[in-house]
Nanobody, 125 residues
Framework: QVQLVESGGGLVQAGGSLRLSCAQS????????MAWFRQVPGKEREFVAA????????SYADSVKGRFTISRDLAKNTGYLQMNSLKPEDTAVYYC??????????????????WGQGTQVTVSS
């Protein structure tokens, strides 16, 4: 079992920035990918970004490319999502996720792996 705790959400004006954190209860090993998803009421949870265990590989949804940056600090068992140039359409509950998968095999799935409780991000226009 891996427990995940997100933090860093809040209310920000359009064009602003937030950094989300995801603290893991224990260290995971080289076969674990960390990802961020988001969800708005009435819609399915959607993929935002993912990072390989070592941090050398990343993947982003087209809607956030160039604005969001995913990273992780293995020594702290913590992942991050830096969100810049935020837009009102980025408003959602953001969830941290980790799955046991080689990077080459990774496919974002909203129904798999370990999840945090979510943190609300609200972007006002």
């Amino acid at each position: 079992q891996v427990q995940l705790v997100e933090s860093g959400g809040g209310l920000v004006q359009a064009g602003g920035s937030l950094r989300l954190s995801c603290a893991q209860s224990r260290r995971t090993f080289s076969s674990y990918v960390m990802a961020w998803f988001r969800q708005v009421p009435g819609k399915e949870r959607e993929f935002v970004a993912a990072i390989s265990w070592g941090g050398g590989r990343t993947s982003y949804a087209d809607s956030v490319k160039g604005r969001f940056t995913i990273s992780r600090d293995l020594a702290k068992n913590t992942g991050y999502l830096q969100m810049n140039s935020l837009k009102p359409e980025d408003t959602a509950v953001y969830y941290c996720n980790t799955v046991q998968s080689a990077w080459s095999d990774y496919q974002p799935r909203a129904d798999f792996g370990f999840w945090g409780q979510g943190t609300q991000v609200t972007v006002s226009s």
